[in-house]
């Protein structure tokens, strides 16, 4: 079993950052394919970024198109620990952000496909 555990949201103007951590639990996951989701009021949970372990210490990185040159996915392994940047931050980014993991034989940017899930932490841009 994985624990998963977000944290660092929190009220920013719109053109600031914040970086969201994600730290994990229970076992270590190196090798997991790790998630950051975002789900606003009224609206379905969708994919932000995510990582995909490729063997040794090789990591590929995915971004959906909303985010991408703003923000930045990170693992450290030593602290098993996942890392958002977000840079450039605009009001459409507001949402309820979601660390993921799950192992696959596939990458795979689908909310239903992945197995663990932390709680949420809240992340709000004004305008």
């Known amino acids: 079993q994985v624990q998963l555990v977000e944290s660092g949201g929190g009220l920013v103007q719109a053109g600031g950052s914040l970086r969201l951590a994600c730290a994990a639990s229970g076992r270590s996951i190196s090798a997991y394919d790790m998630g950051w989701f975002r789900q606003a009021p009224g609206k379905e949970r969708e994919f932000v970024a995510g990582?995909?372990?490729?063997?040794?210490?090789?990591?590929?990185?995915y971004y959906a198109d909303s985010v991408k040159g703003r923000f930045t996915i990170s693992r450290d392994n030593a602290k098993n620990t996942v890392y958002l940047q977000m840079n450039s931050l605009e009001s459409d980014d507001t949402a309820v952000y979601y660390c993921?993991?799950?192992?696959?034989?596939?990458?795979?940017?689908?909310?239903?496909?992945?197995?663990?899930w932390g709680q949420g932490t809240q992340v709000t841009v004004s305008s």
């Open positions: 993921a993991a799950r192992f696959g034989s596939r990458w795979s940017d689908e909310a239903s496909e992945y197995n663990y």
């Open positions: 990582l995909r372990w490729g063997g040794s210490s090789t990591y590929y990185t």
